[in-house]
């Protein structure tokens, strides 16, 4: 235990770093199998390694697995101005190895990735991510207990509205067997900046009554100020960072089947200011706030033919007196598998949804959107046990219109990997004016025709 702690010492110290990570999430385009979700159960990472074993002496068991990841996606139509057209893609090789014992696992993965995307200009990126897990479990009458963390994938959702990426972690769990409880803690920070810290903790119950389970989370997010430095001849100039201060929360709940019918539904919000400061002004420092809210509520039926699911998304005004333009949520590191997820044209549109959050790569992260709203009807057909196809009819309202979209989602699946291919078709009304005449005249802009194509598979070898 002594040498553990000091190995866990020592990998949360580089770069003075101080949260369900799990083995497949290379697979995660498999979720939609099942209509995009992930349950989670807040396992350790030694409880969800897979692969092949090449090594055993006594408790120890060392663990390989090979895979090779990749996505693809193109979208056309609108005007160019709006930069709807294009496209992104990427390969990964995955290598993993695992070392296990009863009560301690290490975890290192190497990941060579090249992505290629264009929205307006051409962009390629060559580099290696990494995970490093270090941690131990224990398991004592009714109790189950594990401490993790380094550097890896997190998920803390089902449907990857809050957090769903990769970052510096610690995390510790509880497990009261029983009665189905568990408390878990988390603190996580981004892999190149960790000034940008997200510390938390989570309520879970499983399996009581009618429920499935059901999720309280409750987070943090601090960041520090950071003073501006004008242009001068010795100083390059570098903007001012505010000071910033956000409290994040969700509630998922899902239940089990009822007459062949279950129910999820879930409540995201953040709240909280940026102030600015400002040494020639008065009274009060200039401040960016927000109060913004998701919803989104799933009923699902499994009949003889095939699985059905109505639902909705709704992104609530923000209600902040020092905001009025922005009225939405948006997440820490999002990737949102809700009403189609990656194939959805509509619910990709909504940039800010999915790029701008804390974890994003963007110079000026952001903590809301402009809103979004959908109804989501769902057909599901398993044709087999390895071949299977998803439908969805979604009608939104987002920041370019309203309007509707089809999807049609193929997957094929066996023990090798997955294979998932889909196309949508959307079209959208913009409520804005188009000028004729005069900035005074003009005509409704017309309806609009755009197209999504989306690929993945995974191989593992």
Same mark, same amino acid.
């Given at each position: 235990?002594?040498?553990?702690?000091?190995? %866990?010492?020592i990998l949360?110290?580089?770069?003075?770093?101080?949260?369900?990570?799990?083995?497949?999430?290379?697979?995660?385009?498999?979720?939609?199998w099942?209509?995009g979700k992930?349950?989670?159960e807040? @396992?350790?990472?030694k409880e969800t390694?897979?692969?092949?074993?090449?090594?055993?002496?006594?408790q @120890?068991?060392?663990?390989?697995?090979k895979?090779i990841?990749?996505?693809?996606?193109?979208?056309?139509?609108?005007?160019?101005?709006e930069?709807?057209?294009r496209?992104?893609g990427?390969?990964?090789?995955? %290598?993993?190895?695992?070392?296990?014992t009863?009560?301690?696992?290490?975890?290192?993965?190497?990941?060579p990735n090249?992505?290629? $995307?264009?929205?307006?200009?051409?962009?390629?990126?060559?580099?290696?991510i990494?995970?490093?897990?270090i941690?131990t479990?224990?398991?004592?009458?009714?109790?189950?207990?594990?401490?993790?963390?380094?550097?890896g994938?997190?998920r803390?959702?089902?449907?990857?509205?809050?957090?769903?990426?990769?970052?510096r972690f610690?995390?510790s769990s509880?497990?009261?067997?029983?009665?189905?409880i568990?408390?878990?803690f988390?603190?996580i920070?981004?892999t190149d900046?960790?000034?940008?810290?997200?510390?938390?903790?989570?309520?879970?119950?499983?399996e009581?009554?009618?429920?499935?389970?059901n999720?309280?989370?409750y987070s943090?997010?601090?960041?520090?100020?950071?003073?501006?430095?004008?242009?001068?001849?010795?100083?390059?100039r570098?903007?001012? $960072?505010?000071?910033?201060?956000y409290r994040y929360?969700?509630?998922?709940?899902?239940?089990?089947?009822?007459?062949?019918f279950?129910?999820?539904?879930?409540?995201?919000g953040?709240?909280?200011?940026?102030?600015?400061?400002?040494?020639?002004?008065?009274g009060?420092?200039?401040?960016?706030?927000?109060?913004?809210?998701?919803y989104?509520?799933?009923?699902?039926s499994n009949i003889t033919?095939?699985?059905?699911?109505?639902?909705?998304?709704?992104?609530?005004?923000?209600?902040?007196?020092?905001?009025?333009?922005?009225?939405?949520?948006s997440?820490i590191?999002?990737?949102?598998?809700?009403f189609g997820?990656?194939?959805?044209?509509?619910?990709?549109?909504?940039?800010?949804?999915?790029d701008?959050?804390v974890?994003s790569n963007?110079?000026t992260?952001?903590?809301?959107n402009?809103g979004?709203?959908?109804?989501s009807?769902?057909?599901?057909?398993?044709?087999?046990?390895?071949?299977?196809?998803?439908f969805f009819?979604?009608?939104?309202?987002?920041?370019?219109?309203?309007?509707?979209?089809?999807i049609?989602?193929?997957?094929y699946?066996n023990?090798?990997?997955?294979?998932?291919?889909?196309?949508?078709?959307?079209?959208?009304r913009?409520?804005?004016i188009?000028?004729?005449?005069t900035?005074?005249?003009?005509?409704?802009?017309k309806?609009?025709?755009?197209?999504?194509?989306y690929?993945?598979?995974?191989?593992?070898?």
């Amino acid at each position: 235990m002594k040498i553990l702690l000091i190995l %866990l010492y020592i990998l949360l110290s580089y770069d003075s770093i101080f949260s369900e990570t799990y083995s497949d999430h290379r697979k995660d385009d498999l979720l939609y199998w099942n209509g995009g979700k992930k349950t989670l159960e807040f @396992l350790s990472r030694k409880e969800t390694t897979t692969g092949k074993q090449i090594f055993q002496n006594g408790q @120890l068991r060392i663990l390989n697995r090979k895979l090779i990841n990749t996505s693809y996606y193109t979208q056309k139509g609108g005007e160019d101005r709006e930069g709807i057209s294009r496209y992104s893609g990427f390969g990964r090789l995955d %290598l993993e190895l695992g070392l296990l014992t009863n009560n301690f696992f290490l975890i290192v993965s190497s990941k060579p990735n090249y992505k290629e $995307e264009k929205v307006y200009d051409k962009e390629i990126q060559k580099k290696s991510i990494r995970e490093v897990i270090i941690g131990t479990n224990v398991e004592y009458n009714n109790f189950k207990f594990y401490l993790q963390g380094g550097e890896g994938f997190q998920r803390l959702d089902s449907y990857g509205l809050f957090f769903s990426g990769y970052s510096r972690f610690v995390e510790s769990s509880i497990h009261y067997l029983p009665f189905g409880i568990t408390m878990n803690f988390f603190q996580i920070a981004r892999t190149d900046d960790l000034r940008k810290r997200i510390t938390g903790a989570s309520l879970s119950f499983f399996e009581n009554f009618f429920i499935k389970r059901n999720t309280f989370t409750y987070s943090s997010y601090i960041e520090d100020r950071i003073l501006g430095i004008p242009q001068t001849i010795l100083n390059e100039r570098r903007d001012e $960072e505010p000071k910033g201060e956000y409290r994040y929360f969700f509630w998922e709940l899902e239940t089990n089947p009822i007459k062949n019918f279950t129910f999820e539904l879930g409540v995201f919000g953040v709240k909280g200011k940026r102030v600015y400061s400002n040494p020639f002004y008065i009274g009060n420092s200039p401040q960016i706030a927000t109060d913004g809210r998701l919803y989104y509520a799933k009923l699902n039926s499994n009949i003889t033919l095939a699985d059905i699911s109505i639902g909705g998304l709704y992104s609530r005004k923000d209600r902040s007196r020092n905001d009025s333009e922005n009225n939405g949520y948006s997440g820490i590191s999002t990737s949102p598998r809700i009403f189609g997820g990656a194939s959805s044209f509509l619910l990709n549109l909504e940039s800010n949804l999915i790029d701008r959050g804390v974890f994003s790569n963007s110079s000026t992260p952001e903590f809301q959107n402009k809103g979004i709203q959908m109804v989501s009807f769902e057909i599901s057909k398993k044709f087999s046990e390895s071949f299977g196809m998803n439908f969805f009819l979604n009608r939104g309202i987002v920041f370019l219109g309203n309007g509707y979209e089809g999807i049609v989602q193929g997957i094929y699946k066996n023990s090798y990997g997955f294979f998932l291919i889909s196309y949508t078709h959307a079209r959208l009304r913009s409520q804005d004016i188009s000028p004729v005449l005069t900035n005074t005249i003009g005509v409704l802009e017309k309806e609009k025709a755009f197209d999504r194509f989306y690929l993945s598979a995974v191989l593992e070898f």
